[in-house]
């Protein structure tokens, strides 16, 4: 199956980590994984994010999806597979980062913006769609897409979603959410992440038991 399809089947939450530092990251991964959520992603943009990536890795089990976010070059991408982290996810949409992260092992999540570059991307072989930035790919435009794209694309909205708005994307046909600033800002304590991973939990869980 397909690493993504599989994690977003247990929680479909993608938990983005802008700016923690590896000091942090010990304390925010217990955070997330306590409230329930099984996949984090720390931007490459972050202070030494490699450092942080390499803490997820050694104290997570398969049960957590580890990835890297704003992967912008194969030799990145080869940095993060290096590492032990399974999922590369990207802003812009390049067949050659795409190429060398499947080659490696990795789940692939590149960022598009339009059909056009969603069907390259799916013809480079990305796993799934990042919709980027949310801010501006509505709800509607992602029921548009669905009804183009390949019925079992993998649509994950990123940038503006919040609790508010995550039934809307899901009635829509999302398959996932990626939450950054909503989640996780620079500094934050991690009890407080631990509150807000919850309340999103549980935000969606009350979405799907919804009739």
Known sequence: MNLLRQFFAEMPIIAILRGLTPEEAPAALHALTEAGIRIVEVPLNSPRAFESLRIFVERSGTDVLIGAGTVLSPEEAAQVAEIGARLMVAPNMDPSVIATARGLGLATLPG????????????????????????????????????????????????????????????????????????????????????????????????????
């Open 112 to 211: 598009v913006a339009t059909p056009s570059e969603a069907v390259a991307a799916l013809k480079a072989g990305a796993d799934g769609l990042k919709m980027f930035p949310g801010e501006m790919l509505k709800p509607n435009v992602l029921k548009a897409w669905r009804a183009v794209l390949p019925s079992d694309t993998l649509l994950v909205p990123v940038g503006g979603v919040t609790a508010e708005v995550m039934a809307d994307y899901w009635n829509a046909g999302a398959a996932a959410f990626g939450i950054g600033s909503a989640l996780y800002q620079p500094g934050l304590a991690s009890h407080e992440l631990k509150r807000r991973a919850g309340d999103l939990v549980d935000r969606f869980r009350g979405l799907v038991r919804s009739p």
